[in-house]
């Protein structure tokens, strides 16, 4: 909670000199995220598949094993990827690498910022390692983006040092339904909290299970203090651009594109979409002629014991 | 000033366009975001956010206004670009795609990424020529730098030569030529309006120069 406090006056207060180069300070974490804003961010599982996301103007991609569809397909324990798959991918592409950790597994992040990625995801993708804790994301250089399905669970994922949230939908399933869920939950607690008077906020603080500060901050500035992308089922140009509309900064798209029939023309028609998410006739124009999407599960046909969003308190 | 307010366009491709807007509006000029032909017409300057340069290269390609824009900027639509805004302005881009498409409107040569990968970011105060009151506190992400700068471009900051800064040392991370300014770093994110207003001075000056 003093971390969270300092990180908010550092963002308001004017500066005391730096006559030393400081990195991986909260500035330069969230301000990386800043930088993705308006993008779209995809997971790929081979350097061939990043040069087409790449290609297609993704602004980051994210190194994974397997895209989710096919860890709920084949099951088992997911787990970071090989660091050569990371490797290949790194140097495939010149555009920022983002990569998965399991919740709470802090020696994976531990890895993948050895292996220099650009963002680590800590992801209900993945199995978990760690029922009850998260990864104390202070203690990396590296930032860090976290999955949330309401409001009190970003704020707890901030509090712990995640310098970008996502809503998480539910991944793997091609159903956009969950990702509205989520960011309809997180922007409208939002909303809610920003319309109480002073005196009700220690409640709500309370309520949230989030620190009172950041609880303050985020009712005072009407947004979270990061940035916040979708992510888990979005699967065509509307998906993107309806989330945009939202109030996502940015999309995370897993399966959707490398799922679908014609990934390359389809990661382009998810970018444009999300450029002019407020153009109808833009996001006609690039709908046609997309081949199949990705087939897909409904969520309700998801056992709830096999639906990821659960994962992560 | 009897005239109303320059109007400074933010290319909204993708990036961090909300913050150079409200920086903008700090600086007391009117603005608004492009992202077509249409509105690029309607503003006497533009600020290109930072980003991915590589991203915005190919929608500046492929929505129709490269050709629109170098039009612009080589008919002197002043103009200031922050990181990728740097690297699209460049004349030459080293360390980037070979099909990444380059503006054109500052003889200089930057390098991509030229500090490293995100674990390297980093922030610092830096002295700025033409900016009073002290130094300016920038934020460097995944930040590119100057190489090289040709004869008539203004060097306005560079990378304090100190044993800590290695490889980056001395390196040139703010310039301006004629009304084109660009910086390395990430002024936006700061709240620290000076550059911004430097820049809405430009703004300001060409338009009533042109005006005259």
Request: hydrophobic share 45%; with cysteine.
């Amino acid at each position: 909670m003093r971390k969270v406090l300092a990180v908010t006056a550092a963002q308001t207060q004017s500066e005391t000199p730096t006559t030393t180069p400081e990195k991986g300070t909260a500035r330069v974490k969230r301000g990386m995220a800043e930088m993705l804003k308006g993008g779209v961010i995809m997971d790929v599982v081979t350097p061939e598949q990043a040069k087409i996301a790449e290609d297609a103007g993704a602004v980051a991609v994210m190194a994974l094993e397997r895209v989710p569809a096919d860890i709920r397909a084949q099951g088992g324990v997911a787990r970071m990827s090989d660091p050569d798959l990371i490797d290949g991918i790194v140097n495939a592409v010149s555009i920022p690498v983002m990569a998965k950790a399991r919740i709470g597994h802090f020696v994976e992040a531990q890895v993948l910022q050895a292996l220099g990625v650009d963002y680590i995801d800590e992801s209900e993708v993945l199995t978990p390692a760690d029922y009850t804790n998260h990864i104390d994301k202070f203690a990396f250089t590296v930032p860090f983006v976290c999955g949330a399905t309401n409001l009190g669970e970003a704020l707890r994922r901030i509090t712990e040092g995640a310098a970008m949230i996502r809503s998480k939908g539910e991944a793997g399933t091609g159903d956009v339904s969950n990702a509205t869920t989520h960011m309809r939950q997180i922007r409208g607690e939002i909303r809610k909290l920003s319309s109480l008077p002073e005196d009700e906020l220690y409640v709500a603080a309370k309520e949230l299970q989030a620190p009172y500060p950041l609880v303050e901050e985020v009712a005072r500035n009407g947004k979270l203090p990061v940035v916040l992308f979708t992510a888990g089922g979005i699967a065509s140009p509307a998906d993107a651009a309806m989330m945009m509309q939202l109030g996502a900064e940015g999309v995370f798209v897993g399966s959707g594109i490398f799922k679908s029939g014609n990934p390359q023309q389809r990661a382009e028609a998810i970018v444009k979409a999300t450029t002019f998410h407020d153009d109808p006739d833009m996001i006609a124009k690039v709908s046609r002629g997309l081949g199949e999407a990705m087939v897909g599960i409904n969520v309700e046909e998801v056992p709830e014991p096999h639906r990821l969003a659960e994962r992560g308190w | 000033m009897s005239a109303a307010q320059p109007c400074v366009g933010v290319l909204a491709l993708q990036g961090d366009v909300r913050e150079h807007v409200a920086s903008l509006r700090a600086a007391g000029v009117r603005t608004m975001t492009v992202r077509r032909e249409s509105e690029l017409a309607a503003v006497d300057g533009l600020v290109i956010p930072g980003g991915e340069s590589t991203t915005m290269s190919r929608l500046l390609d492929t929505f129709e206004l490269l050709e629109p824009l170098r039009k612009r900027l080589a008919s002197g639509m002043p103009a200031y670009g922050s990181c990728a805004g740097m690297i699209l302005l460049a004349n030459e881009v080293l360390d980037g795609r070979e099909d990444q498409h380059q503006l054109g409107a500052l003889d200089i040569t930057v390098r991509r990424n030229a500090f490293g990968r995100q674990v390297d970011s980093f922030e610092e105060d830096l002295a700025f020529t033409g900016i009073d009151d002290g130094p300016v506190h920038a934020v460097f992400i995944r930040a590119p730098w100057v190489e090289s700068a040709r004869q008539d471009v203004e060097v306005l900051a560079a990378v304090p030569d100190t044993a800590v800064a290695g490889p980056a040392a001395g390196r040139i991370v703010a310039v301006r030529q004629g009304t084109v300014l660009a910086t390395a770093f990430h002024p936006e994110l700061t709240g620290d309006g000076r550059v911004h207003r430097l820049f809405a001075d430009i703004v300001r000056a060409a338009v009533s120069e042109d005006a005259a």
